[in-house]
C-alpha cells in the first residue's frame, strides 16, 4: 500500500529533510512511521489517522515523490494532496471518476481538472472505485458549483457510477467520440469555445499523457487523431462554427500523427501547428517549452515545477494531473527507464537551473514531483533530477 505520512511532509518541509552541506549532494530520504504499525492507504484516507494529508513518504531539497506501482493508489495520493482534507483545506468542487484500463479517457477527462472546475481525477480499477478510492470520494467530499453545473461526481468512459452520489456519465463509442463528449460538456460549462484543442494519437499513449497535464493546467480539450486518418468525431466536431476559429495544435511527430492528418485538421480548422519532439521525452520537453499566443508552457526561465513520470505508463501521469492544478502548476516530463534521466531531459532542467547572486533567500526555484516508487524511477535517477533543480550561485552555472 502506498504510504501517505504527514512525518513526510514534515521533516520535508520543516527540518530539511535529504539536506547536506555541499549544493546538488542531496539523496532521497525515506520518511515513515514507525514499520511494525504502518497505517494503510485505507486507513489515511478514511482519516484514521490524526493528522495524515496526502502528502509522499520521500524527498530532497527540490523532489518531493509520490510512491507506489499502482496508477489508482497514485491518484489518490495526487487528489489528496491538491486537495488536503485534514485541517482548513478546501475541497474540490466535482471529481471526476476514471476507468483505470482507459488511459484515452483519462487524457481527455484531464481537461475537467482546470480551474474554474476543479474536479481531480480519481482511477477505478475494471471501472469500479475500489474501497480506497471509494474513501478517497467520501473523504474529499465535493460539494458541486456553478462551474461544475451542481455536479459533484463526473464519471469518463466505462464507470460504475459511486452510490450516493448524482452522477454526470460522459460517454462515447470510441476515444475519438468520447474527448468529443469532454469537450462540449466543457463548451457547456464554459459557455463558449475554448482557447486551444490539442490533438493526439489515440494509439501512441507516450506522446498524449503531456497533453493531459496541459489540459489539467488550462482547461483546453484533447481530441484524437489515428496516425493518417483523423475519426470523423474529431473532424465533425471542429467543423462546428464555434470551433473553426479555435487554434489546433497537433501534439507529437509525424511518425505518430501523419502530415495527411495535419491537412486533414487544417481543412476544418483555421490554425493547425504542430508540437513534436523525435520520442516521448523529447516531446514533452518540447511542450513544456512551446508557446504560442496562450497555448503552451512557455516554461524557458527558473521558478517552475514539473512532474517527472514513466514514458511507458500512462496512467502514472494521468494520476498525477490533479497536481497541476495548482502550487507550482508542474508540466509534465518523460523518462523513459527507471534508472537514467534522458540526457534531452536533464539538458532541459539544466538550462533552467535556478541560480542566485548573493541572497539565496530571495532566488527562484525549481521544484519537482517524481510519480512512482524507486522501481520505477529509482533514487540515482532523483538525485539527478534534484542536481538539476538545485539552486546554485551564478558564477557555477555553465553557459550551454
Request: charged letters at 20%.
Amino acid at each position: 500500500m502506498l504510504i501517505l505520512i504527514l512525518a513526510a511532509f514534515v521533516a520535508y518541509f520543516f527540518f530539511d529533510v535529504g539536506q547536506d552541506d555541499a549544493p546538488g549532494t542531496a539523496t532521497p530520504v525515506p520518511v515513515a512511521a514507525d514499520q511494525g504499525s504502518q497505517p494503510t492507504t485505507r486507513d489515511l484516507v478514511a482519516g484514521h489517522n490524526q493528522g495524515a494529508l496526502g502528502y509522499p513518504d520521500a524527498a530532497t531539497r527540490n523532489t518531493t515523490r509520490i510512491s507506489g506501482t499502482d496508477p489508482v493508489e497514485i491518484s489518490i495520493a495526487a487528489a489528496l494532496a491538491a486537495y488536503p482534507t485534514t485541517g482548513p483545506g478546501s475541497p474540490p468542487a466535482a471529481v471526476t471518476i476514471v476507468n483505470a484500463d482507459e488511459w484515452q479517457s483519462g487524457v481527455a477527462a484531464a481537461a475537467l481538472s482546470s480551474p474554474p472546475i476543479g474536479s481531480p481525477i480519481l482511477l477505478a480499477p475494471d471501472g469500479t472505485l475500489s474501497a480506497d478510492g471509494t474513501d478517497a470520494l467520501k473523504q474529499l467530499d465535493p460539494l458541486g458549483s456553478p462551474d461544475t453545473g451542481e455536479n459533484k461526481v463526473f464519471t469518463v468512459g466505462k464507470v460504475a457510477p459511486p452510490s450516493g452520489f448524482d452522477v454526470k456519465k460522459i460517454r462515447g463509442g470510441d476515444p475519438a467520440s468520447l474527448a468529443v463528449s469532454v469537450a462540449e460538456l466543457k463548451a457547456e460549462l464554459a459557455d463558449g469555445p475554448p482557447e486551444a484543442f490539442v490533438v493526439v494519437s489515440s494509439e501512441e499513449s507516450a506522446y498524449a499523457t503531456p497533453a493531459a497535464t496541459w489540459a489539467a493546467r488550462s482547461g483546453d480539450p484533447v481530441l484524437f487523431t489515428g496516425k493518417n486518418e483523423v475519426p470523423a468525431a474529431t473532424i465533425d466536431f471542429l467543423k462546428k462554427k464555434e470551433n473553426r476559429d479555435v487554434p489546433v495544435f497537433i501534439l507529437g511527430p509525424s511518425k505518430v500523427v501523419s502530415s495527411d492528418a495535419l491537412r486533414q485538421l487544417s481543412k476544418v480548422s483555421a490554425s493547425v501547428e504542430r508540437v513534436g519532439g523525435e520520442d516521448p521525452p523529447a516531446t514533452s520537453v518540447e511542450l513544456a517549452r512551446f508557446s504560442s499566443g496562450t497555448f503552451g508552457w512557455n516554461l524557458n526561465d527558473p521558478g517552475h515545477g514539473f512532474t517527472v513520470a514513466r514514458s511507458d505508463r500512462p496512467l502514472d501521469a494521468i494520476a498525477a494531473t490533479a497536481l497541476s492544478t495548482g502550487g507550482t502548476w508542474p508540466a509534465l516530463l518523460l523518462t523513459e527507464a527507471d534508472d537514467k534521466l534522458p540526457d534531452v531531459v536533464e539538458e532541459y532542467l539544466l538550462d533552467i537551473k535556478p541560480g542566485y547572486d548573493t541572497d539565496p533567500t530571495r532566488a527562484l526555484y525549481n521544484h519537482v514531483w517524481i510519480i512512482g516508487d524507486d522501481s520505477l524511477i529509482d533514487i540515482n535517477q532523483q538525485a539527478s533530477i534534484d542536481d538539476a533543480a538545485e539552486l546554485a550561485p551564478v558564477e557555477t552555472l555553465s553557459t550551454p
